[in-house]
């Protein structure tokens, strides 16, 4: 999610990759864009997801696809992971003392999820940032939620302790899915973008997304849309009541000083609260 035709991920570019990610994080070529969530009732500014980005010295900026999966074998998504997470915290808390207050929502890998240290990372993002905790999102894969649900539990726990906010990504409606995320508190679940694609042109579709935020409402969870690409979506999800939406039609991933170049167009053109 995330890429623009600035960015590479096809599949040559994981040959040879290993020995360079590996100076990648020490040489500073890691950054973190930002992507916009838009409250979809109000049209306020909801928050941002922040997503990792690798310039390549020679290949250019390529997108998580063409690198994460390595990160995560040989355990180098570990201290990746801390970098953007402390990374992410002092943008959110640099944008909170200009005047916006809105949720920063970080990308947790499964190696991260089990190590016995991340309760510690967040805690230490927070603490050396001043960051607000209820701010902080913090988004799973579905599936690293529930492939091993003892850890998970426990981690849970932990950062829920620290007062953070959990969500689930792709996440797919049905009474029985959600029901399985609820022993974890989750907060927020974002629907898997094959469903908004699908929703304009299908009933089924449609009802999914209409039964799934009744029940989160009853449920005290929040619903995002992912991946909204055009006006049609966007009310379609709006009459649904879903509460927020992400994607190209808001805008695509931005550096933090592009980030606040929108905020300053978003205040001024919608009228509408940041």
């Known amino acids: 999610m995330g890429t623009d035709s600035t960015e590479s991920s096809d599949d040559s570019v994981h040959r040879g990759l ?5 100076d990648a994080l020490a040489q500073d070529q890691f950054f973190l864009v930002y992507q916009p ?3 979809l009732q109000t049209s306020a500014f909801a928050g941002v997801e922040a997503l990792i980005r690798w310039r390549h010295p020679v ?5 998580p696809d063409a690198f994460i999966d390595e990160l995560e074998a040989d355990g180098q998504i570990l201290p990746v992971g801390r970098w953007a997470l402390h990374t992410a ?6 944008w909170h003392d200009k005047g916006y207050r809105f949720a920063v929502s970080v990308n947790v890998s499964p190696r991260q999820l089990e190590s016995e240290s991340f309760r510690d990372d967040v805690a230490d993002a927070l603490s050396s940032s001043r960051f607000d905790p209820a701010l ?15 850890i998970s539990s426990i981690r849970v726990k932990q950062l829920k302790s620290l007062g953070v906010r ?13 029901d399985e995320l609820e022993k974890f508190s989750v907060d ?19 009802g999914l997304v209409k039964g799934l935020v009744k029940l989160s409402d009853t449920r005290h969870v929040q619903v995002i849309a992912a991946g909204i690409e055009d006006s049609d979506q966007r009310e379609r999800l709006a009459n649904e009541k879903v509460h927020v939406g992400q994607g190209f039609l808001f805008s695509v991933p931005h ?8 905020l300053e167009d978003f205040a001024i053109f919608s009228g509408k609260p940041l």
């Open 18 to 22: 290993g020995d360079e990610l590996a």
């Open 37 to 39: 969530t838009i409250d």
């Open 59 to 63: 290949r250019g900026v390529l997108a």
């Open 89 to 94: 915290c002092a943008q959110g808390a640099a």
């Open 136 to 150: 902080l999102v913090l988004e799973f894969a579905q599936g690293t939620l529930v492939s091993n649900e003892g």
């Open 166 to 178: 959990l969500a689930v990504d792709d996440f797919e409606p049905g009474e029985s899915a959600l």
């Open 188 to 206: 927020i679940v974002k629907l898997d973008r094959t469903f908004i694609a699908a929703i304009s042109t299908s009933s089924a579709a449609a």
């Open 255 to 262: 550096e933090a000083d592009e980030i606040d170049r929108y």
